[in-house]
Antibody
Framework: EVQLLESGGGLVQPGGSLRLSCAAS????????VTWVRQAPGKGLEWVSG????????HHADSVKGRFTISRDNSKNTVYLQMDSLRAEDTALYYC?????????WGRGTLVTVSS | DIVMTQSPDSLPVSLGERATINCKSS????????????LAWYQHKPGQPPKLLIY???IRESGVPDRFNGSGAGTDFTLTISSLQTEDVAVYYC?????????FGQGTKLEIK
């Protein structure tokens, strides 16, 4: 089955760290860029970070630049989002999405809650 | 950054009636060298991941019912649902993929009148 599965979310205190994972199956993962998109409670969709298929290019939203790092391991069909110096405003449901310009395949998301 | 603005924020429509959602970008998302508009539409239902409906502004994703249609070019785009069904209740987002950051509209909540 073609799918993406996120994991690694949870409750963390402000200033803490989490690493999210996005595991792909059912397609040639190395051929695709991957993106993280989040949705804060009661808010809309926000693009967070993206990584190219070859790892040559990574991009981050200004709101997370310097705190979040996206990476991938094509041998494990997995993309990671290392999140440091977390803030309350990072509380959200984090989705990963397969990126062929547009996002044609999404995971079900993993919830990150930043609270003391 | 390209700002995507949708209207309306909320749209009540009777079953079987037409629903029209507008999306305006702060700059053109038409790439002149290939004449493609770098715009997509997504449907988002509670408890589910977003679902791609339309890409390149007017191409329907495989499996999407033909009552969903995308149109427009440059900076002004429209998603039309020709005959609203109960399963269409959702929040709809437009998104530009012309440049990074890949910005979304604020969303339009479609509901049954």
């Amino acid at each position: 089955e073609v799918q993406l599965l996120e994991s690694g979310g949870g409750l963390v205190q402000p200033g803490g760290s989490l690493r999210l994972s996005c595991a792909a199956s059912g397609f040639i993962f190395a051929n695709y860029d991957v993106t993280w998109v989040r949705q804060a409670p009661g808010k809309g969709l926000e693009w967070v970070s993206g990584i190219s298929s070859s790892v040559a290019g990574t991009h981050h939203a200004d709101s997370v630049k310097g705190r979040f790092t996206i990476s991938r391991d094509n041998s494990k069909n997995t993309v990671y989002l290392q999140m440091d110096s977390l803030r309350a405003e990072d509380t959200a449901l984090y989705y990963c999405a397969r990126n062929f310009w547009y996002y044609d395949l999404w995971g079900r998301g993993t919830l990150v809650t930043v609270s003391s | 950054d390209i700002v995507m603005t949708q209207s309306p924020d909320s749209l009540p429509v009777s079953l079987g009636e037409r629903a029209t959602i507008n999306c305006k970008s702060s700059q053109s998302v038409l790439y002149s060298s290939n004449n493609k508009n770098y715009l997509a539409w997504y449907q988002h239902k509670p408890g589910q991941p977003p679902k791609l409906l339309i890409y390149w502004a007017s191409i329907r994703e495989s499996g999407v019912p033909d009552r969903f249609n995308g149109s427009g070019a440059g900076t002004d785009f429209t998603l039309t649902i020709s005959s609203l069904q109960t399963e269409d209740v959702a929040v709809y987002y437009c998104q530009q993929y012309y440049e990074t950051p890949r910005t979304f509209g604020q969303g339009t909540k479609l509901e049954i009148k």
